[in-house]
């Protein structure tokens, strides 16, 4: 398959030079403003993204389509490098890849035709509980809602919508078509797809968001390299402005501010890493181990500190202070058993189990990685204030309590104050 960029100029710059490697990515190819699949390559937000990305790198960029059931066990194949699409950041695709620092902020909307059965429409509530307290409201077997199959949102709408047809249809334009002609009384979709799906159409009412999700590019677990590559070259690019103007073209409002800075990108990675906290939960509570195992609190804690000295090293800066490390490492652990504890306390569910010691410690220690990447990046002179608002807007689906999180705020602030 030829080498084909999305960026205007990025063809030509890579054309002028010869290319040092290859770079073979994966997307659906049917999520706008994402992917657009045209001929045989991308187009739309992340090849432009991606297309720079090689460019500047001199890397010969090839394109594979995926569908999005498959997208897990396609990227283990090792069908491509990684996948830059609209892909959600989710604790199963955690366990199979390593996600690069956020490139954009979303959350799963309804569109909703409302039924002559549903009574109508209150004034809504305020954040993300009014949205889902409407939601509720139409849960019921007569509510067919379209979506797409295999993906985030298909999740979403099931963990919300218990009592009503959820259709999944593998073709995600499709969505949209069902949806438009009467097939479906509502379709889940997010901020980003919300506005285009809504064009042209009558009497559409638009519930949520109804989660806070960011979007990553997704990388093979076996290569460190390429994530690291990744995410050095996606700070620089939000930092110098560029990222942000390619939002700003292909996402519009939906995309969102700005994600990979320092900051942003750690409490994501705090989010990503306290999520998979209900697998580790469900695996201890199937092997009878305890929440409480001090030998691996002591061995996550030294983890962290050398993968944080590692990361100064490469980066030719002095390492944060030991007891400034300890302490951002020992806030994760405290708060990852509050996570462990509420999980263990609530009914059993039929999620899958995981091993411990060859799925969730790895994905943990792959979050840890880009940690250590990030905190030897923060910015001098955090405050308190600064940090913990955004801390309670990025991990307020995690469920931990006020101190928790002033707790990691502290932490942090300490290593970048």
Not at 63 to 86: C, H, N, Q, S, Y
Not at 195 to 212: F, H, K, M, Q
Request: contains cysteine; aromatic residues 6%; hydrophobic residues 50%.
């Amino acid at each position: 398959m030829p080498a084909v960029s999305s960026a205007p100029d990025a063809g030509a710059a890579a054309s002028s030079r010869p290319a040092a490697a290859s770079l073979r990515a994966g997307t659906s190819g049917d999520y706008p403003p994402f992917s657009v699949w045209k001929d045989d390559h991308a187009e739309a937000f992340s090849a432009a993204l991606l297309g720079s990305f090689a460019a500047e790198q001199r890397l010969a960029l090839s394109w594979t389509r995926f569908r999005w059931p498959d997208l897990v066990g396609d990227l283990r194949a090792g069908r491509f490098d990684l996948a830059a699409d609209g892909i959600t950041v989710r604790p199963e695709r955690s366990i199979a890849g390593r996600f690069t620092v956020p490139v954009a902020r979303g959350g799963a909307v309804l569109l909703l035709r409302r039924p002559a059965w549903a009574a109508p429409a209150g004034s809504p509530g305020l954040g993300l509980e009014g949205a889902r307290a409407a939601l509720r409201a139409l849960d019921r077997p007569e509510l067919r809602v379209a979506v797409n199959r295999g993906g985030h949102l298909e999740r979403v709408a099931r963990s919300f919508l218990r009592r009503a047809q959820v259709v999944a249809i593998a073709d995600n334009a499709a969505v949209r078509e069902t949806f438009a002609r009467g097939d479906a009384d509502a379709a889940m979709t997010n901020t980003f797809e919300a506005p285009r799906w809504a064009e042209g159409l009558d009497r559409i009412e638009r519930i949520g968001p109804l989660t806070r999700d960011v979007v990553a590019l997704y990388v093979r677990a076996d290569r460190p390299e390429l994530a690291a590559q990744l995410d050095t070259w996606l700070l620089a690019e939000e930092e110098r402005g560029a990222l942000g103007q390619l939002r700003a073209l292909h996402l519009g409002p939906g995309g969102g501010g700005p994600t990979a800075l320092p900051v942003d990108a750690l409490l994501c990675a705090t989010a990503e890493r306290l999520a998979l906290m209900p697998l580790v939960a469900a695996t201890k509570r199937r092997a009878g181990r305890a929440i409480e195992d001090p030998a691996q609190e002591a061995r996550v804690l030294a983890a962290g500190r050398a993968a944080v000295l590692q990361a100064a090293a490469a980066r030719g800066a002095p390492p944060p202070a030991d007891d400034a490390i300890h302490a951002f490492f020992r806030a994760q652990i405290e708060d990852a058993k509050a996570v462990e504890r509420r999980a263990l306390a609530a009914p059993e569910t039929s999620e899958p189990i995981f091993s411990l010691d060859d799925d969730l410690r790895p994905a943990i220690a792959r979050i840890t990685a880009r940690m250590a990447f990030l905190l030897v990046r923060l910015p001098r002179g955090l405050t308190r204030e600064s940090v913990l608002a955004k801390a309670r807007d990025d991990l307020a689906e995690s469920g931990l309590a006020p101190e928790q999180i002033e707790r990691l705020v502290a932490a942090l602030v300490a290593i970048g104050g």
